[in-house]
């Protein structure tokens, strides 16, 4: 599956952004989407990921009171909303699909987009 990020920018500080990851086939109930970022000199790290089938949820500690993670089934498509955004959430945002729960690992999924980048201005 081809997985397509998109929605990055830039803006200021305190201010909110919507990434949004299509398919390139239906999600199944079976799949998990997740979203990871990657900052320049740091390592990909998980932010939030979502159940397909069911919706259930996980965050990262860091993003759970300003990120919220949603599911538009007519569009086929993963959003995530960020709000209160910060400069120290500048990075590269990654959506990706694994079979199973929406766990944090980033081992655990196997098919990646290519990124969207998010730039906070202080």
């Known amino acids: 599956v081809q997985l397509q990020a998109s929605g990055g920018g830039l803006v200021q500080a305190g201010n909110s952004l919507k990434v949004s990851c299509t398919a390139s086939?239906?999600?199944?109930?079976?799949?998990?989407v997740g979203w990871f970022r990657q900052a320049p000199g740091k390592e990909r790290e998980f932010v939030a990921a979502?159940?397909?089938?069911?919706?259930?949820?996980s965050y990262a500690d860091s993003t759970k009171d300003r990120f919220r993670i949603s599911k538009d089934s007519a569009k086929n498509t993963v959003n995530m909303q960020m709000n209160s955004l910060q400069p120290e959430d500048t990075a590269v945002y990654y959506c990706a699909v694994r079979t199973g729960s929406p766990i944090r690992s980033i081992y655990d999924y196997k098919y990646w987009g290519q990124g969207t980048q998010v730039t906070v201005s202080s």
């Open positions: 979502i159940a397909w089938g069911g919706g259930r949820i």
């Open positions: 086939r239906r999600f199944f109930s079976s799949d998990a």
